[in-house]
């Protein structure tokens, strides 16, 4: 069964997205602009961009945020940020910025759901070991590169160019004071295709990593926003860092207050205009917020009594027993990946055939996909 508007819905619902669009700020994104591999006749009540949030959250990896590091690993607190609180977090912050710069607050929530799925254990201290395995290989490992890689390449789910390349070009480690779309920047899925092989080979510089819309310009900045206060109060919370270990910071000390600060600013800078900016105070000032935080937390040589060493040690041995077993029998990844990549069959064939000649992506691939706690146990069963 399916049940469609009636005529009278469908001519109420018309006129209020039409006045909503015309209350769009000139250089924000319609949803008429959305591009796709395929074509894709929206519901009216459905729109492009609402669809792609749906999409993210439907997918195998949104599911698994819960289990993954924002920045303090296998800690028994539930009070401590999931990487699921913080894309919630930066969607809600993007959306409140966005709202009042009349930007299109539904490709905002999609770009911020779906900003991190490229994610691997252990944050972003698992990032750079998994990179250091690739690179035995040629290969590099950027988690912003995963995430469209993700969307693409693996699950290739039809959704909109914008939102990919909005994943893509999202660097929250690297604050700007201006962020303008880079108009060349993405035009085409053989465009997106092109940057990700460069990013592969660790060829894609920062000027190609700027988002095409304002709105993925917007969940840029948010991303830092989001995590630089909230960051301190888990630090806190599990009696690591103290609030006065910091330095004095106009911006604020809690995260409330920072995001309210910033987000001020960022508005009073960019309304009107075709780039999201900050003042110069304001920008010095989150700079200087954002590398206090690099020296007293991000600092992590150990996880939970696991060190650097150790957990390099296990994403090798795990690498060599996928990356083995894509070559001989199979029995590994057909069991305890393939099922669990998507939902459609054709589209996980598609993506074996097309990565048959590059068993180490798709061993990398699997490793990715991993929570923090899934990763450990697969070891502990099948390498050691």
Do not use: W
């Amino acid at each position: 069964m399916r049940i469609d508007l009636n005529e009278n819905t469908q001519k109420i619902l018309k006129e209020k997205f039409e006045q909503r669009d015309e209350l769009l700020f000139e250089y924000a994104t319609k949803d008429g602009d959305s591009i796709r591999k395929n074509d894709y006749a929206p519901r009216l009540f459905r729109r492009q961009f609402i669809r792609d949030c749906e999409v993210v959250i439907n997918l195998p990896l949104f599911n698994r945020y819960a289990g993954k590091t924002q920045v303090f690993s296998l800690k028994d607190n539930d009070d401590i940020s999931t990487r699921a609180y913080h894309v919630q977090l930066v969607s809600r912050v993007a959306r409140t910025i966005g709202s009042a710069l009349s930007l299109n607050c539904d490709l905002i929530e999609a770009i911020a759901l779906a900003h991190d799925l490229g994610h691997c254990p252990f944050g972003h201290l698992g990032e750079k070991l998994l990179d250091n395995v690739a690179q035995q290989y040629g290969y590099r490992f950027f988690h912003h590169v995963q995430g469209a890689r993700y969307l693409n390449n693996i699950v290739k789910s039809d959704i909109s160019l914008q939102v990919v390349d909005g994943v893509l070009c999202h660097n929250g480690e690297k604050v700007l004071q201006r962020y303008a779309p880079n108009e060349n920047s993405c035009k085409s899925f053989d465009d997106l295709q092109d940057k990700l092989n460069l990013a592969y080979k660790g060829k894609l510089n920062d000027d190609n990593l700027m988002a095409s819309t304002l709105e993925g310009c917007l969940v840029r900045i948010c991303d830092v926003i989001a995590y630089i206060g909230k960051d301190r109060q888990d630090a806190e919370k599990l009696k690591q860092v103290g609030f006065d270990a910091y330095d004095d910071n106009p911006l604020g000390k809690l995260n409330h207050e920072i995001i309210g600060n910033v987000s001020a600013d960022i508005i009073n800078n960019s309304i009107g205009k075709r780039q999201i900016a900050m003042s110069d105070c304001v920008y010095q000032e989150l700079c200087k917020l954002l590398s206090d935080n690099y020296k007293k937390i991000y600092a992590i040589s150990s996880i939970n009594g696991y060190t650097k060493d150790d957990l390099q040690k296990i994403i090798n041995d795990v690498f060599e027993l996928v990356y083995s077993d894509l070559k001989i029998d199979r029995k590994l990844i057909d069991k305890y990946y393939r099922p669990h990549i998507y939902a459609n069959a054709q589209k996980v064939d598609e993506y074996f055939l097309e990565n048959r000649d590059y068993p180490e992506r798709v061993a990398i691939d699997m490793i990715a996909s991993m929570s923090d706690n899934y990763l450990l146990k697969f070891y502990k069963e099948h390498c050691k």
